[in-house]
């Protein structure tokens, strides 16, 4: 039976163990790449440990959806980064709703909308959907096949505990930080109205 993430792969474990790699990825790269483009060094992700969970969303759900364009490298860039670019503005979207904020600006970049999507992002999120069925997926499959059988439900376990905790402490913050933001608009107002 093939499984939809892995051709061949044992269960739950491998799956959760590969979002976090993919994770784990789309983290180190948009470090990476804040360290390229701007000269310093950024958490980017949403908790403290080294996650954009994004990522992992985008990468098992990007395989599964675009694993019918994997045999032509043109329709995969230009499905994934269309792809790619609605799971962004609907992250953002979200992200306002929940948080008040979005966590990225692209109001300086070229053809832009509301400073969430840009050109830019959707010609690399193309790239990387080519990324994903060229090297990636083949990589991380690899590397979790290599995780003893025994052994892998226990990292997956673990990571998932650790996370939901990073998780549960990020989110506080965050709706502490929305709440402070909007009193501190509020006395603003209040202060001018005199």
């Avoid at 790699?21 to 000269?39: K, P, Q």
């Avoid at 990225?104 to 010609?123: A, M, P, Q």
Wanted: hydrophobic content about 50%.
């Amino acid at each position: 039976m093939e499984n939809l993430f892995f051709e061949h792969a044992y269960g739950i474990s491998d799956a959760i163990n590969a979002f976090f790699m993919y994770s784990f990825f789309g983290w180190a790269m948009e470090c990476l790449y804040i360290r390229a483009t701007e000269g310093f060094w950024e958490n980017r992700g949403f908790v403290h440990a080294p996650f954009c969970i994004i990522y992992g969303f985008g990468g098992m759900l990007g395989y599964v959806l675009l694993k019918p364009f994997s045999d032509n490298y043109i329709n995969l860039y230009i499905a994934g980064a269309i792809l790619a670019t609605v799971f962004e503005l609907l992250t953002a979207h979200l992200m306002r709703r929940l948080f008040g904020t979005v966590w990225w600006d692209y109001n300086e970049k070229f053809l832009n909308y509301k400073g969430v999507i840009c050109l830019e992002s959707t010609l690399g999120w193309g790239v990387i959907s080519v990324l994903l069925f060229a090297v990636l997926q083949r990589g991380i499959f690899s590397i979790v096949m290599r995780i003893p059988r025994e052994t892998a439900p226990v990292i997956a376990g673990f990571l998932v505990l650790a996370y939901s905790i990073d998780f549960a402490v990020s989110v506080h913050t965050a709706y502490m930080r929305k709440q402070r933001n909007e009193n501190n608009e509020t006395s603003a107002s209040d202060i001018l109205k005199g």
